[in-house]
């Protein structure tokens, strides 16, 4: 099956690069590049993000979010990053649903299903800049001693607590979209093993990207343009799940553990680069752009300019369809 898999990959990619030169008539971002530079481009990002994700079950935007926003803006990057998650964790799941814990899912769920009204009644509460710096020093602080004390790091905790990581991770998504960081704690805590930790973690992603990827098409955000990179990179999306796969099965419980740790102490340090950046951009440009504006108007200016120097918060790239 697996051979299967690689082989209609590889045949749809040629397939699809025959048509090439139609689908470079896309628009590029500020037209700094050729077109056929920034498909090509967009599409290694696309097979490189689809790679991590498929071998560690996350950190796909960690990847991808940084040059999309470059190549091609964010309102087209994320959009279009959220199909592809979509995607992955669909394939993923539909070949690996029996290691999926359905009982922590739907405990996760539920709990996070009631922490989303909390996190937007406080959205306009707690400055963004704030809660991002906070949670980016907590991952950061738990992936260092996970790096530097793994023995010590093995706690597990219990299966009811998914109720109180599910809350949170809620309440973070309904305020700043920041789902993934907690779930993934919460996957290292228990101990999951790295099949049960990359399956369970898709069965939580996939409804979760599925609701973004409707509300995109609701607000008209995904566009024939979208669409076209989407259909592009299919055949490089379904390699390098494929690829993963294989690279997850050949990873240790140990090398896989601190991958993991790794992939969250990068997510951390952006985190905190990002509200750092906002903050900073909030107070220079305040006194003089925005002296007598609603606070409203100055909190857009600034979150769209801190997402085209940074990555979007967490693992989920849907920061823009608010704008």
Not at 165 to 186: D, H, Q, S
């Amino acid at each position: 099956m697996d051979a299967c898999l690689a082989r209609a990959s590889i045949l749809s990619y040629n397939s699809c690069m025959r048509s090439l030169p139609t689908a470079l008539a896309l628009p590029v971002k500020d037209n700094l590049m050729h077109p056929t530079v920034v498909t090509a481009s967009t599409l290694c990002v696309l097979f490189f993000s689809t790679l991590t994700r498929s071998t560690l079950g996350f950190g796909d935007a960690l990847v991808a979010m940084p040059f999309l926003a470059m190549l091609l803006g964010m309102q087209t990057a994320t959009p279009l990053v959220a199909l592809v998650s979509t995607l992955i964790s669909l394939m993923i799941l539909v070949r690996h649903w029996h290691d999926v814990d359905f009982r922590m899912t739907w405990r996760l769920m539920a709990a996070a299903a009631c922490g989303v009204p909390v996190g937007l009644y406080y959205l306009t509460r707690v400055p963004e800049p704030i809660a991002q710096m906070l949670l980016g020093l907590l991952l950061i602080g738990f992936s260092l001693y996970s790096l530097r004390r793994p023995s010590r790091s093995q706690i597990r905790v219990s299966r009811h607590t998914a109720y109180v990581f599910g809350f949170a991770a809620g309440a973070l998504g309904g305020a700043y979209n920041t789902v993934g960081p907690i779930l993934v704690m919460y996957g290292r805590l228990r101990g999951w093993p790295p099949e049960q930790f990359r399956a369970t973690l898709q069965s939580c992603f996939f409804p979760a990207y599925g609701s973004i990827v409707i509300g995109h098409s609701l607000a008209g955000l995904i566009t024939p343009q979208i669409l076209q990179y989407f259909v592009l990179s299919l055949p490089l999306v379904c390699l390098a799940i494929y690829l993963g796969g294989r690279l997850h099965t050949s990873i240790s419980q140990v090398h896989f553990t601190r991958y993991v740790n790794v992939v969250l102490l990068l997510i951390g340090i952006f985190m905190c680069i990002r509200a750092y950046t906002a903050h900073a951009h909030a107070h220079a440009h305040a006194p003089t752009q925005v002296p007598t504006q609603a606070p409203t108007q100055a909190k857009v200016h600034t979150a769209l300019w801190a997402m085209q120097l940074t990555i979007p918060s967490g693992l989920s790239a849907n920061r823009a369809e608010r704008f």
